[in-house]
């Protein structure tokens, strides 16, 4: 997606709802990994005011498999309410900024604002999901570069200024663990993109959690894949993995930390080569409810 040309276009390349109830897990109102990259946190008691308010660093800004930036701050506000019995409605906003992103001889700029909107039902046997997202990429899709866009001269994708998507969910709980499945359409690009995963929770004590997750994603439909310039227009995405230690602070606040690596496959392993395909990274939020 994002086309590092410092050392080729093809060998450096370009984080609300993706993963499980994505927009919703963002908010850290799900057990999913939402899509900045953060994996679960224990849920601190509700606040009747329904807000929460989330803000992190994080080393690499990787969404659905595709490196965006590096030392990205992020900040998420989300409010949430019961609308029926086993309903509930979410809406807020995120928004993330590189700090510092290297790409071997230029000034690279990369900021994004996603506003999103959700319906979670609670079946009991499983929770479902319906999210749309609105992204708007304030240096381009691609990131800029002294003032010019990153992407792709080949694909106007890569250059693109905002995007929309709606996304279909559904988490299964099985005591610790869940699974979880998304599907994603992208309106902008008429792209698809699915994804399935798993975590599972092991309470240390009343304070701590150790959460190691896992999750894989397909692109259908040249879903950001660029196939004029990789020659792949569907295939696996990539394959992530991650724990997080999730640390209960109040009875309304979190801290938590993680550490990843994003696997490259077929559809990314063209676009995703910054120092490794293979790539480890991590970060930090804080998770506060009122």
């Known amino acids: 997606m994002k086309s590092k040309s410092m050392k080729s276009l093809l060998t450096k390349s370009a984080a609300v709802m993706a993963a499980c109830f994505a927009l919703s897990a963002q908010a850290g109102t799900t057990t999913a990994p939402s899509a900045k990259g953060v994996a679960p946190v224990v849920e601190p008691e509700a606040d009747p005011l329904g807000f929460t308010l989330e803000t992190g660093y994080e080393s690499s800004y990787y969404f659905r498999g595709l490196w965006f930036s590096n030392n990205n701050v992020w900040t998420s506000l989300a409010f949430s309410i019961p609308v029926a019995e086993k309903l509930s409605f979410t809406a807020g906003a995120l928004y993330t900024s590189t700090v510092d992103t290297d790409v071997g001889g230029g000034d690279f700029d990369y900021s994004e604002l996603d506003l999103f909107a959700a319906l979670n039902y609670d079946a009991g046997f499983a929770k479902f999901g319906l999210a749309f997202t609105n992204y708007n990429f304030f240096d381009t899709f691609s990131g800029s570069v002294n003032g010019q866009t990153f992407g792709f001269a080949e694909s106007p994708d890569s250059t693109l200024s905002d995007a929309r998507d709606i996304a279909l969910s559904v988490a299964v709980p099985i005591g610790s663990l869940n699974l979880y499945g998304t599907y994603v359409y992208d309106f902008r690009i008429e792209g698809h993109y699915a994804e399935l995963g798993t975590d599972y929770t092991i309470a240390v004590n009343d304070w701590l959690s150790i959460v190691p997750s896992a999750q894989i994603g397909y692109n259908i439909a040249d879903y950001y894949s660029y196939a004029e310039v990789t020659g792949v227009s569907s295939g696996w995405n990539h394959v992530r993995a991650m724990i997080t230690a999730p640390i209960k602070l109040t009875k309304t606040a979190s801290l ?35």
Do not use: C, H, M
């Not at 690596?261 to 995703?272: G, K, P, Y």
């Not at 910054?274 to 409810?289: F, H, M, P, R």
């Open 256 to 290: 938590v930390p993680y550490i990843a690596v994003n696997f490259a496959l077929d559809a990314r392993e063209q676009l995703n080569v910054i120092e490794d395909q293979n790539a480890l990274y991590g970060g930090v939020k804080v998770s506060v409810t009122f």
